[in-house]
């Protein structure tokens, strides 16, 4: 006979994503569309170029995953490669699921890396509702003070074998260090760059030499605990983000009694410190024209710039969250395909102006 203790009872269900059990524990085993379990197969690392891209893995609190891109002559000053910027990516996924090593980030910034160029260093950043926010947050900026540990290290000597973490100083033009993230991803860009303006003004030269030089937030989950309109007309054409995971994902990783309004997820609002006291970069932010959550996202838009803040907005017409993840969309319909490259450009052109 089985022993009824032992049998685990589900508590909470994302449906499809996750179910969390009465013991605590949690099961991130895909149950969706089979055919889109190819996309959060992970990625291994290689130490050599593979469609023109190195991927390394850096591991620490948090581990780093590098990419690298080989670079065309004319990015060779005097024999030597030239120094690109970095792109410091927090991935998507509710702040509850995905993995920075999934397919479906790799396909987007492996070409993104080779396309700018630039040097990629994406986080794996922990999960709720084992780690509630700010966990996510915290590992961000932990991240960006790594990056600051590498940029003041003095260099290694050359008959040392070169390692990730040298590689990536060799490389990089710390100086400009942008801040990227997908969907819950774009909420910890926010808060990261906030953490490092308050640094900064507390201690002047406190990153030098690293510069946060902008930040990139694509879809962020921004939101209220009221529905927007949006969210009320906008129909859903995928799993991948829906009404029901927005509310049960962010009940997962918000602190225990917050709610949507907290600053993590609406830093316009009131409970949010002062947009016009944060000191933030220029910022670039990408909207989904069929985004559950545009208006909010436009909300922040608009409130960012009411606080004379440098914001940039890119509307990526017909499409819908995150659509530039989906490799088979990519790939296969001519709209998402067109306006990821639309994307790809202007983050390129943002940065370069930058």
Known sequence: MVDQEMIKRVVD???GWLRVFDDGSVDRTWTG???ALFLMEPVPSHDYPRDGITLLDLPGDPSLRLYLPELPPQHAADG???ALPILLHFHGGGFCISHFSWLMYHQFYARLARAVPAIVVSVDLPLAPEHRLPAAMDAGFRALLHLRSLAQAPPPPPEVAADPA???RAGADFSRVFLIGDSSGGNVVHEVAARAGRLEEEQEGFWSPLKVA????????????SRSRSELEVQSDSVFFTLDMLDKFLA???PEGATKDH???CPMGEAAPPLEEVRLPPFLVVVAEKDLIRDTNLEYCEAMRGTGKDVEVLVNKGVSHSFYLNKVAVDLDPTTGKRTEELILAIKDFMDRH
């Open 13 to 15: 269900e994302v449906s």
């Open 33 to 35: 569309p089979p055919e």
């Open 80 to 82: 030597r490669r030239k």
């Open 166 to 168: 040298e590689c990536l």
């Open 252 to 254: 997962l990783a918000l």
């Open 263 to 265: 600053p993590y997820t």
């Open 214 to 225: 902008g930040g990139i937030p694509l879809h962020p989950g921004f939101v209220r605990s």
